[in-house]
């Protein structure tokens, strides 16, 4: 119920991170892999890492902003004879500033990377998925902030909320081809993208204090719940956002 083998997972931002420790999760149950990141040095890098692990893994290098970048990349899948069936929308980037100190290049650079980049990525891959007529798996990556605001993360609690509800939207319009798109919503995880915070002792204490579980999220702690929003144990899942989070959103 819970194999991934014959599937082939499209995991954005997956040269580092959530996304690897999601890629990896989803090889070791099975699936194919195509990597993605903007730094090729790296996808090329982390790519090799997974292979010499005995996964099949394919390399796809876009900036999941670019509408053009993200055309190609699916033209050469399809070119290559790769069928996406799993697709998981993890790219995304943080940025912290007060509301009134943000430019609007800062605020369009987070929505469009945290939020746009999941439609349009996420529309080709239904494209190809409806077509097939073989239904598939749409898993965005949402956030505590798509359910609760806090200072200094405007744009990012607005994609976040945003991704929520595209969730949603996904759900009403492709749920009748067989495609379960959901979400997760991880807590607050020991990534290269929270090493200031976790390097700060005073957010440290207070992530510790906050969490019931009383400590951060490991990357690898997410793809168990990756896996069963790929698998077919899910099938019958829609429009979820499931907080991997350590009880945090849970209490007060
Ligand atoms: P990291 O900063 O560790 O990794 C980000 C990844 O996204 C990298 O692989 C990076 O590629 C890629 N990326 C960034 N911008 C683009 C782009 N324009 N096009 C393609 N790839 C891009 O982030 P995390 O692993 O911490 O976060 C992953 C996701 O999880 C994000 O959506 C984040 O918002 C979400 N999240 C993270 C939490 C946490 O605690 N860490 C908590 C809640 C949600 P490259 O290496 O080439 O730069």
Redesign the pocket.
Known sequence: MFSLSGRTALV?????????AIAEGMAQAGASLVL????KA??KQRAKGLREKGYTVHEAA????DEAAVLAAFTKLDEDGIDVNILVN?????LRKPLVDISIDDWNKVIN??LT?SFLVGREAARRMIARGRGGKIIN????TSEAARATVGPYTTA?GGIKMLTRAMTAEWAEHGIQANAI?????A????KALLENPSFDAWVKGRTPARRWGQ?NELAGTAIFLASSASDYVNGQIIYVDGGMLAVL
């Not at 993605?36 to 730094?39: A, H, P």
């Not at 919503?185 to 995880?189: K, V």
């Open positions: 954005t931002g997956s040269s580092r991170g959530l996304g690897h993605n990141g903007v730094d790296r996808l876009f900036d999941v902003t993890n790219a995304g980037i943080q990377t945290n980049s990556i949402g956030s505590l976040k919503g991880p807590g607050y995880m990534t290269e993208m929270n990357p």
